[in-house]
């Protein structure tokens, strides 16, 4: 099958059209700036030219229109015709406690990601124009959502649950949701492959480390923990965002910098992380340069980044009982041999021991623990997009066969 894939956000749209036969892209791009003066397209197809092309793009509307229309160009299509594309799958950021799994898309199913819009007021909205935009100009081609949160929805209640009063829950449900589901759920896959065994005979730590970070707990093929709670705020450090604080922390800065409930969000979601501590950067690359080059804040930056990484391992190991597998993914998790190799210093005891030429090995080896190594460490790149393919053909077989 042919499958579609859309990500939407406020101001951009990235989308895959993907062939689930061969597993392969073949073409994929992104359109930035929407509704802005100058929108830009860039659209890569397979085996052919990439291309750039500036315009005018006001809305989502126009904006798919566009990707329908880049697919089908004669120069730079890989289709003939919009009916190729057998079925649309859209990422939605939030599926609350609605979604444990992926659907297709119904009038139910689009109200429960509205009334999602309060946990998610960011990204839930983008998504429903993104759909509504889809249907519009596709509209006899059926359409499926992947969420983030779903696969951390049935985490036990000792896991989602925060110490407040229960009233506020059930009130405003307020729990830990966890997100990049999609990747932990894949790498966790993968990893269960390529060692050929069930993974539910698995215990899997998954630390997806790119902009955002988060890791998961995963036993028997569930996730039972995550590091990213109500908002993908909380947990790890992250490029932008804090992770982790004494939430008195909050109240006390808004009080001494007189901030406003907005402008406190701001500081902790865009100038906190890396970015705060190293006053530098956000891009581990360059926090990794500048850390090289003698910079003390940019080491600070690193080192609070991997120590946290290394703290979450052991506290989900116990939360496990064990630990059968780690594995890294993410923009930083696939290509940063120096964080991978800060994690798992010292941590025999629990029974990783990385192959420090498998680490720093430019052939990017999937695995990379040593032989002697109890826990088996992998790298393995993510694929959401392949994931809400693979999901949204299932979905699309299952009603056909009905
Ligand atoms: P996003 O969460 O936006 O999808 P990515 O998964 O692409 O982000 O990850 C981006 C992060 O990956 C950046 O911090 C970037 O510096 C880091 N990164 C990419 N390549 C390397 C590398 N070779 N070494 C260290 N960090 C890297």
């Not at 057998?86 to 992926?102: I, K």
């Not at 808004?254 to 906190?272: D, F, Q, R, V, Y």
């Not at 192959?355 to 993510?382: C, H, M, Q, W, Y």
Request: some cysteine; aromatic content about 6%.
């Amino acid at each position: 099958m042919k499958i579609l894939v859309l990500n939407c956000g406020s101001s951009s749209i990235k989308y895959q059209l993907i062939d689930t036969e061969i597993k392969e892209t073949l073409a994929k791009g992104m359109i930035e700036r929407i509704g802005m003066s100058s929108a830009v397209l860039t659209h890569a197809p397979r085996g052919k030219e990439k291309i750039r092309i500036v315009g005018e793009i006001l809305d989502h509307s126009i904006a798919i229109e566009y990707v329908v229309a880049v697919l089908m160009s004669k120069n730079h299509g890989v289709i003939k015709d919009k009916s190729e594309i057998d079925a649309v799958g859209h990422r939605v950021v939030h599926g609350g406690e609605t979604f444990s799994g992926s659907v297709l898309i119904t009038h139910e199913v689009m109200q429960a990601i509205k009334d999602n819009i309060e946990l998610a007021p960011l990204h839930n909205p983008p998504n429903i124009k993104g759909i509504e935009a889809a249907r519009k100009h596709l509209p006899n081609t059926p359409q499926c959502c992947v969420f983030d949160t779903a696969f951390h929805v049935q985490m036990p209640h000792h896991a989602f649950l925060y110490g407040i009063p229960y009233k506020l829950y059930r009130r405003y449900k307020i729990r830990r949701y966890g997100f990049h589901g999609t990747s932990h759920r894949f790498v966790s896959q993968k990893a269960a492959e390529i060692l050929n065994k069930p993974i539910e005979e698995l215990k899997i730590i998954t630390a997806h480390l790119g902009n955002g970070a988060s890791m998961a707990a995963i036993k028997e093929g569930r996730s039972i923990d995550t590091s990213m709670g109500f908002t993908p705020l909380e947990g790890l450090l992250m490029g932008t965002r804090s992770g982790d604080l004494d939430p008195s922390i909050v109240t006390y800065i808004m009080g001494k910098e007189g901030l406003s409930i907005s402008e406190a969000n701001t500081l902790l979601n865009k100038h906190s992380g890396l970015v705060g501590i190293s006053g530098e950067s956000s891009d581990m690359r360059e926090i990794e340069q500048a850390m090289n080059e003698g910079d003390k804040k940019a080491k600070y930056a690193f080192d609070v980044f991997t120590y946290r990484i290394k703290k979450y391992i052991g506290a989900y190991t116990a939360a496990m009982g064990g630990l059968d597998v780690l594995v890294f993914t993410g923009g930083i998790g696939e290509n940063s041999v120096a964080v991978r190799e800060t994690v798992c210093e010292n941590m025999e005891y629990l029974g990783i021991k990385i192959d420090a030429e498998k680490n720093r090995s430019e052939n990017k080896p999937l695995e990379i623990s040593g032989n002697d190594s109890k826990v088996k460490v992998f790298r393995i790149p993510t694929n959401e997009e392949l994931v809400i393919a693979l999901d949204t053909e299932k979905i699309v077989k299952q009603i056909l066969n009905k």
